[in-house]
């Protein structure tokens, strides 16, 4: 039980952080302290990332025979890979760049994009997990 908890703890900072990165990315004028906070953020939803995939690793392995070949375990794994590729490659890389440039519109467009797919691949594991517990 205490796993299953920091497994939904965990989820609802991830949430909180892409929320938080949102609200910073979307307004008409960022400063690089909101771009230093938002990089402690990535950092930080790294760590928690990390930690989601443990203890999701260590509930599936609890419960291997039930839940080793359904499709949408998979699916959540691989969806948390694409997660992490666009929160640690792309925004990291596109918040580098902001900071050595300066404000551009395209750059802002596209940090704001990544980070809106990031929330939607967020929201996805979410369901998936939500979906896989409802269903045991």
């Not at 690089?32 to 939803?45: C, P, S, V």
């Not at 499709?71 to 890389?93: E, N, R």
Request: glycine content about 8%; some cysteine; proline content about 1%.
């Amino acid at each position: 039980m205490i796993i299953l908890t920091l497994h939904v703890l965990g989820a609802v900072l991830i949430v909180g952080s892409v929320l938080y990165s949102l609200s910073v990315v979307f307004r008409k004028e960022f400063s690089t302290r909101e771009i230093a906070l938002m990089r402690k953020i990535n950092k930080f939803g790294s760590g928690i990332a990390g930690s989601q995939f443990l203890t999701g690793a260590i509930l599936v392995g609890t419960e291997w025979d039930e839940l080793g070949h359904k499709p949408l375990v998979w699916v959540k794994v691989a969806l948390w890979v694409l997660d992490g590729i666009i929160a640690k490659q792309i925004i990291d890389k596109k918040l580098s760049e902001f900071e050595e440039q300066g404000s551009t519109t395209k750059l802002k467009s596209t940090i704001q994009i990544s980070t809106l797919v990031l929330l939607i691949v967020v929201l996805v594991i979410a369901t998936c997990g939500v979906s896989l517990a409802q269903a045991n």
